[in-house]
């Protein structure tokens, strides 16, 4: 199971559903990135784009690439807190106070079980990032 779940976490990082994600600021505060602070005033609009931001090479080794893998083992798990599908990482919870998806849990669990369950008719399948070929029907 721990390779499904990387694989739908991958495929959440590599195409996220909801692309762009609005909020408002609660307070004045800086937001930082690698390389840039903006002083953020209390009120003001702001809207992430999560294609780009899932795409940063700082924390995804080759971002462009498919890499169903990548979210398995010790270092896998890490990059969780950088995973941003649901307006929040996915090692955060939806709470009272945090306004991120409350089917957050349910959405890679229930996709990890459709994924494992078709995997099952297959012996053997091979593809790339593009395409998916089932070599051997499963008897
Ligand atoms: C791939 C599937 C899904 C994606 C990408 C997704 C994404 C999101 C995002 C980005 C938000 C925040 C929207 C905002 O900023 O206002 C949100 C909120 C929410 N989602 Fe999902 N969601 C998914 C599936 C689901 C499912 C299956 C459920 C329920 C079973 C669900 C329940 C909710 C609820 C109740 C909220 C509102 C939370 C709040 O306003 O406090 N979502 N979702």
Same mark, same amino acid.
């Given at each position: 199971?721990?390779?499904?779940?990387?694989?739908?976490?991958?495929?959440?990082?590599?195409?996220?559903? =909801?692309?762009?994600? !609005?909020?408002?600021?609660?307070?004045?505060?800086?937001?930082?990135?690698?390389?840039?602070?903006?002083?953020?005033?209390?009120?003001?609009?702001?809207?992430?784009?999560?294609?780009?931001?899932?795409?940063?090479? =700082?924390?995804?080794?080759?971002?462009?690439?498919?890499?169903?893998?990548?979210? =398995?083992?010790?270092?896998?798990?890490?990059?969780?807190?950088?995973? !941003?599908?649901?307006?929040?990482?996915?090692?955060?919870?939806?709470?009272?106070?945090?306004?991120?998806?409350?089917?957050?849990?349910?959405?890679?669990?229930?996709?990890?079980?459709?994924?494992? !369950?078709?995997?099952?008719?297959?012996?053997?399948?091979?593809?790339?990032?593009?395409?998916?070929?089932?070599?051997?029907?499963?008897?």
């Amino acid at each position: 199971m721990p390779n499904i779940r990387s694989l739908v976490w991958e495929t959440l990082r590599f195409k996220p559903p =909801v692309p762009t994600q !609005y909020s408002r600021a609660r307070k004045d505060f800086r937001l930082s990135s690698h390389d840039a602070s903006f002083e953020i005033k209390k009120g003001e609009l702001l809207c992430g784009y999560l294609p780009l931001v899932m795409r940063d090479p =700082v924390i995804f080794n080759d971002p462009d690439t498919f890499q169903p893998d990548r979210f =398995v083992g010790e270092k896998g798990t890490e990059l969780l807190k950088y995973l !941003y599908w649901s307006n929040g990482p996915e090692t955060g919870d939806p709470t009272a106070t945090n306004k991120q998806c409350m089917g957050k849990d349910y959405v890679t669990l229930s996709a990890s079980m459709l994924v494992a !369950y078709l995997l099952r008719r297959y012996d053997s399948i091979s593809g790339d990032f593009t395409t998916i070929t089932a070599l051997d029907v499963a008897k």
